[in-house]
Protein backbone atom coordinates (compact mmCIF):
# COMPACT_ATOMS: atom_id res chain seq x y z
CA UNK A 1 0.00 0.00 0.00
CA UNK A 2 1.03 3.73 -0.92
CA UNK A 3 0.72 6.33 1.96
CA UNK A 4 -2.40 6.91 3.25
CA UNK A 5 -3.02 11.12 2.92
CA UNK A 6 -5.57 13.94 3.41
CA UNK A 7 -7.87 15.28 0.91
CA UNK A 8 -10.70 17.01 0.25
CA UNK A 9 -9.99 19.87 2.68
CA UNK A 10 -8.97 17.36 5.40
CA UNK A 11 -12.88 15.81 5.35
CA UNK A 12 -10.83 12.22 4.44
CA UNK A 13 -8.08 10.54 4.49
CA UNK A 14 -7.34 8.25 1.53
CA UNK A 15 -5.62 4.89 2.06
CA UNK A 16 -4.77 3.79 -1.66
CA UNK A 17 -5.41 -0.35 -2.65
CA UNK A 18 -2.06 -1.99 -2.88
CA UNK A 19 0.08 -1.20 -5.62
CA UNK A 20 -0.18 -4.39 -6.64
CA UNK A 21 -3.85 -4.66 -7.46
CA UNK A 22 -5.37 -4.26 -10.74
CA UNK A 23 -7.14 -0.75 -11.19
CA UNK A 24 -10.03 0.40 -11.05
CA UNK A 25 -10.45 -1.32 -7.59
CA UNK A 26 -13.36 -1.36 -5.20
CA UNK A 27 -14.20 1.45 -2.74
CA UNK A 28 -15.03 1.65 0.93
CA UNK A 29 -16.05 4.85 2.16
CA UNK A 30 -15.47 4.59 5.94
CA UNK A 31 -17.06 6.06 8.98
CA UNK A 32 -15.54 5.28 12.49
CA UNK A 33 -17.51 5.00 15.27
CA UNK A 34 -17.62 7.04 19.25
CA UNK A 35 -20.84 7.47 20.31
CA UNK A 36 -21.23 10.59 17.57
CA UNK A 37 -19.06 12.73 20.13
CA UNK A 38 -15.65 11.20 20.34
CA UNK A 39 -13.44 8.93 17.91
CA UNK A 40 -10.80 10.30 14.95
CA UNK A 41 -8.87 9.22 11.79
CA UNK A 42 -6.17 7.43 13.96
CA UNK A 43 -8.10 4.89 16.23
CA UNK A 44 -7.92 1.27 15.09
CA UNK A 45 -11.60 1.03 14.07
CA UNK A 46 -10.55 3.61 11.58
CA UNK A 47 -6.90 3.46 10.36
CA UNK A 48 -6.49 -0.49 11.31
CA UNK A 49 -9.70 -1.04 9.57
CA UNK A 50 -8.59 1.03 5.84
CA UNK A 51 -5.20 -0.39 6.29
CA UNK A 52 -6.58 -4.08 6.71
CA UNK A 53 -9.08 -3.42 3.48
CA UNK A 54 -6.38 -1.51 1.59
CA UNK A 55 -4.09 -4.27 1.68
CA UNK A 56 -6.17 -6.56 0.51
CA UNK A 57 -7.35 -4.49 -2.98
CA UNK A 58 -9.68 -1.99 -1.28
CA UNK A 59 -9.47 1.39 -1.79
CA UNK A 60 -10.63 3.09 1.28
CA UNK A 61 -11.68 6.78 2.03
CA UNK A 62 -12.12 7.17 5.84
CA UNK A 63 -13.92 10.37 7.10
CA UNK A 64 -13.45 12.90 9.33
CA UNK A 65 -16.86 13.78 10.05
CA UNK A 66 -17.48 16.29 12.43
CA UNK A 67 -18.41 15.00 16.04
CA UNK A 68 -21.13 16.30 18.17
CA UNK A 69 -21.31 18.71 20.65
CA UNK A 70 -20.08 22.64 20.85
CA UNK A 71 -23.07 23.60 18.65
CA UNK A 72 -22.66 20.73 16.32
CA UNK A 73 -25.20 18.74 15.89
CA UNK A 74 -27.28 16.30 13.64
CA UNK A 75 -27.53 16.92 10.64
CA UNK A 76 -23.70 18.06 10.41
CA UNK A 77 -21.94 14.76 10.64
CA UNK A 78 -24.33 13.40 8.28
CA UNK A 79 -23.46 15.82 5.95
CA UNK A 80 -19.84 15.45 5.54
CA UNK A 81 -20.79 11.49 5.31
CA UNK A 82 -22.77 12.35 2.62
CA UNK A 83 -19.99 14.93 1.02
CA UNK A 84 -17.54 12.15 1.37
CA UNK A 85 -19.36 9.72 -0.60
CA UNK A 86 -20.10 12.70 -3.79
CA UNK A 87 -16.34 13.27 -3.20
CA UNK A 88 -14.98 9.70 -3.97
CA UNK A 89 -17.43 9.76 -6.97
CA UNK A 90 -16.25 12.58 -8.49
CA UNK A 91 -12.82 11.51 -7.50
CA UNK A 92 -13.09 8.36 -8.49
CA UNK A 93 -11.17 8.01 -12.13
CA UNK A 94 -8.28 10.30 -10.24
CA UNK A 95 -8.41 7.82 -7.37
CA UNK A 96 -8.08 4.59 -9.38
CA UNK A 97 -11.39 3.48 -7.98
CA UNK A 98 -14.54 1.94 -10.19
CA UNK A 99 -17.61 4.38 -9.57
CA UNK A 100 -19.92 1.06 -9.81
CA UNK A 101 -18.46 -0.62 -6.99
CA UNK A 102 -18.17 2.04 -4.17
CA UNK A 103 -19.23 0.79 -0.79
CA UNK A 104 -20.41 2.82 2.36
CA UNK A 105 -19.75 1.70 6.12
CA UNK A 106 -19.45 2.60 9.46
CA UNK A 107 -19.33 1.22 12.72
CA UNK A 108 -21.54 1.60 15.86
CA UNK A 109 -22.53 5.33 15.52
CA UNK A 110 -20.24 5.37 12.19
CA UNK A 111 -22.63 2.49 10.88
CA UNK A 112 -25.68 4.82 12.19
CA UNK A 113 -24.15 8.10 9.95
CA UNK A 114 -23.99 5.34 6.68
CA UNK A 115 -27.28 3.88 7.04
CA UNK A 116 -28.73 7.25 7.67
CA UNK A 117 -26.76 8.95 4.70
CA UNK A 118 -28.18 5.91 2.52
CA UNK A 119 -31.71 6.97 3.41
CA UNK A 120 -30.98 10.39 2.75
CA UNK A 121 -29.02 9.41 -0.58
CA UNK A 122 -32.48 7.80 -1.83
CA UNK A 123 -33.81 11.32 -2.12
CA UNK A 124 -31.52 12.28 -4.02
CA UNK A 125 -28.48 13.44 -1.54
CA UNK A 126 -25.93 11.77 -3.30
CA UNK A 127 -24.78 9.19 -5.58
CA UNK A 128 -26.41 5.47 -3.76
CA UNK A 129 -23.39 3.00 -3.13
CA UNK A 130 -22.83 -0.35 -4.43
CA UNK A 131 -23.41 -1.92 -1.35
CA UNK A 132 -23.58 -1.07 2.90
CA UNK A 133 -21.34 -2.53 5.71
CA UNK A 134 -22.58 -1.68 8.95
CA UNK A 135 -20.53 -3.14 11.85
CA UNK A 136 -22.27 -3.01 15.40
CA UNK A 137 -24.59 -0.39 14.31
CA UNK A 138 -26.86 1.31 16.84
CA UNK A 139 -29.80 2.39 15.06
CA UNK A 140 -32.42 3.01 17.40
CA UNK A 141 -32.52 5.56 20.58
CA UNK A 142 -34.90 3.67 22.07
CA UNK A 143 -34.25 0.15 21.71
CA UNK A 144 -36.58 -3.51 22.24
CA UNK A 145 -35.56 -5.36 25.36
CA UNK A 146 -32.99 -8.05 24.55
CA UNK A 147 -34.25 -11.23 24.30
CA UNK A 148 -33.47 -13.60 27.14
CA UNK A 149 -30.40 -15.40 25.73
CA UNK A 150 -28.70 -12.09 25.28
CA UNK A 151 -30.07 -11.02 28.68
CA UNK A 152 -28.42 -13.63 30.09
CA UNK A 153 -25.49 -13.32 28.27
CA UNK A 154 -25.55 -9.44 29.49
CA UNK A 155 -26.17 -10.73 32.99
CA UNK A 156 -22.71 -13.04 32.83
CA UNK A 157 -20.70 -10.61 31.36
CA UNK A 158 -21.17 -7.10 33.04
CA UNK A 159 -18.47 -5.41 31.56
CA UNK A 160 -20.07 -5.63 27.89
CA UNK A 161 -23.38 -4.59 29.50
CA UNK A 162 -23.01 -1.12 28.90
CA UNK A 163 -25.41 0.14 26.31
CA UNK A 164 -28.64 0.15 28.29
CA UNK A 165 -31.90 2.17 27.11
CA UNK A 166 -31.01 5.35 29.51
CA UNK A 167 -27.71 5.74 27.92
CA UNK A 168 -28.35 4.93 24.77
CA UNK A 169 -31.10 7.67 24.37
CA UNK A 170 -28.83 10.36 26.17
CA UNK A 171 -26.16 9.14 23.58
CA UNK A 172 -29.04 10.49 20.42
CA UNK A 173 -30.35 13.35 22.78
CA UNK A 174 -26.45 15.12 22.67
CA UNK A 175 -26.43 14.59 19.03
CA UNK A 176 -29.89 15.73 18.04
CA UNK A 177 -29.59 18.37 21.04
CA UNK A 178 -33.01 17.68 21.76
CA UNK A 179 -35.50 14.68 22.55
CA UNK A 180 -35.59 11.68 20.26
CA UNK A 181 -39.13 11.54 19.99
CA UNK A 182 -39.17 13.97 16.98
CA UNK A 183 -36.09 13.05 15.68
CA UNK A 184 -35.51 13.30 11.95
CA UNK A 185 -35.85 9.44 10.29
CA UNK A 186 -31.72 9.50 9.13
CA UNK A 187 -30.97 10.53 12.43
CA UNK A 188 -32.66 7.12 14.22
CA UNK A 189 -32.64 4.50 10.76
CA UNK A 190 -33.59 1.68 13.10
CA UNK A 191 -37.18 3.63 12.73
CA UNK A 192 -37.70 3.34 9.16
CA UNK A 193 -41.12 1.31 7.30
CA UNK A 194 -40.08 -1.06 4.57
CA UNK A 195 -41.77 1.97 2.36
CA UNK A 196 -38.58 4.03 3.87
CA UNK A 197 -36.11 1.34 2.18
CA UNK A 198 -36.92 1.02 -0.90
CA UNK A 199 -34.34 1.01 -2.66
CA UNK A 200 -31.63 0.30 -0.44
CA UNK A 201 -28.26 -1.01 -1.57
CA UNK A 202 -27.43 -4.58 -0.30
CA UNK A 203 -26.33 -4.57 3.44
CA UNK A 204 -23.28 -6.90 5.00
CA UNK A 205 -24.34 -6.41 8.92
CA UNK A 206 -21.80 -8.39 11.45
CA UNK A 207 -22.98 -7.58 14.81
CA UNK A 208 -20.82 -8.09 18.32
CA UNK A 209 -22.49 -11.54 20.11
CA UNK A 210 -22.83 -9.76 24.02
CA UNK A 211 -24.24 -6.03 23.04
CA UNK A 212 -27.24 -4.81 23.43
CA UNK A 213 -26.71 -2.69 20.46
CA UNK A 214 -27.37 -5.44 18.48
CA UNK A 215 -30.96 -5.99 19.23
CA UNK A 216 -31.64 -2.09 16.84
CA UNK A 217 -29.37 -3.73 13.89
CA UNK A 218 -31.64 -6.67 13.96
CA UNK A 219 -34.28 -4.79 13.88
CA UNK A 220 -33.43 -2.87 10.87
CA UNK A 221 -32.35 -5.71 8.98
CA UNK A 222 -35.51 -7.14 9.25
CA UNK A 223 -37.38 -4.00 7.88
CA UNK A 224 -34.24 -4.31 5.09
CA UNK A 225 -35.68 -7.55 4.32
CA UNK A 226 -39.07 -6.96 4.85
CA UNK A 227 -38.63 -4.78 2.15
CA UNK A 228 -36.90 -7.23 -0.51
CA UNK A 229 -33.20 -5.76 0.43
CA UNK A 230 -30.81 -8.35 0.19
CA UNK A 231 -29.53 -8.47 3.80
CA UNK A 232 -26.68 -10.79 4.81
CA UNK A 233 -26.69 -10.15 9.07
CA UNK A 234 -24.21 -11.72 11.43
CA UNK A 235 -23.18 -12.26 14.66
CA UNK A 236 -19.56 -12.52 14.95
CA UNK A 237 -19.13 -14.95 17.79
CA UNK A 238 -17.76 -13.93 20.46
CA UNK A 239 -17.40 -10.53 20.71
CA UNK A 240 -18.34 -7.50 22.70
CA UNK A 241 -19.45 -3.92 21.27
CA UNK A 242 -16.28 -2.41 18.74
CA UNK A 243 -14.12 -5.47 18.14
CA UNK A 244 -12.96 -3.68 15.01
CA UNK A 245 -11.29 -1.32 17.17
CA UNK A 246 -9.27 -4.07 19.04
CA UNK A 247 -7.14 -5.57 16.21
CA UNK A 248 -5.58 -7.82 18.31
CA UNK A 249 -8.27 -9.98 18.55
CA UNK A 250 -8.98 -12.43 15.94
CA UNK A 251 -13.04 -11.53 15.37
CA UNK A 252 -11.14 -8.34 13.93
CA UNK A 253 -9.72 -9.73 11.09
CA UNK A 254 -12.84 -12.26 10.87
CA UNK A 255 -14.80 -9.24 10.43
CA UNK A 256 -12.67 -8.00 7.64
CA UNK A 257 -12.20 -11.28 5.58
CA UNK A 258 -16.58 -11.52 5.76
CA UNK A 259 -16.41 -7.67 4.42
CA UNK A 260 -14.03 -8.80 1.42
CA UNK A 261 -15.73 -11.87 0.76
CA UNK A 262 -19.13 -10.13 0.42
CA UNK A 263 -17.57 -6.94 -1.45
CA UNK A 264 -16.22 -9.78 -4.14
CA UNK A 265 -19.56 -10.93 -4.80
CA UNK A 266 -21.25 -7.81 -4.84
CA UNK A 267 -22.84 -6.64 -8.45
CA UNK A 268 -21.73 -2.88 -9.67
CA UNK A 269 -24.59 -0.30 -9.65
CA UNK A 270 -24.94 1.93 -12.20
CA UNK A 271 -22.92 5.12 -11.83
CA UNK A 272 -25.51 8.18 -12.47
CA UNK A 273 -25.30 10.65 -9.99
CA UNK A 274 -28.99 11.89 -9.06
CA UNK A 275 -29.79 15.18 -10.39
CA UNK A 276 -31.55 16.05 -7.44
CA UNK A 277 -28.53 17.07 -5.08
CA UNK A 278 -30.59 19.56 -3.38
CA UNK A 279 -33.59 17.78 -2.74
CA UNK A 280 -32.39 17.26 0.38
CA UNK A 281 -32.18 20.65 1.64
CA UNK A 282 -29.72 19.47 5.11
CA UNK A 283 -27.13 17.90 2.84
CA UNK A 284 -23.85 19.96 2.11
CA UNK A 285 -20.35 19.70 0.98
CA UNK A 286 -17.82 20.99 3.64
CA UNK A 287 -14.99 20.77 0.87
Do not use: K
Amino acid sequence: MTAPYDDADGLVRVYPADAATERPTPALVWAHGGGFVAGDLDMPEADWVSRAFAARGVTVVSIDYRLAGGGCRYPEPSDDVLAAWRWTSAHARHLGVDPARIIAGGASAGGNLTAGAVLRALGGAAPIPAGVLLAYPTLLAVQPAPDPALRAMLDANPAADRFGPARVRAMYEDYLGGPVDDAPLPAVPGRATPADVAGFPPVLMVNGEADELRVSGEAFAATLAAAGVPVIVVTEPGTEHGHLNRPEEPAASATVERALDWIADLPPRPTSVPAAAGADAGAHDRT
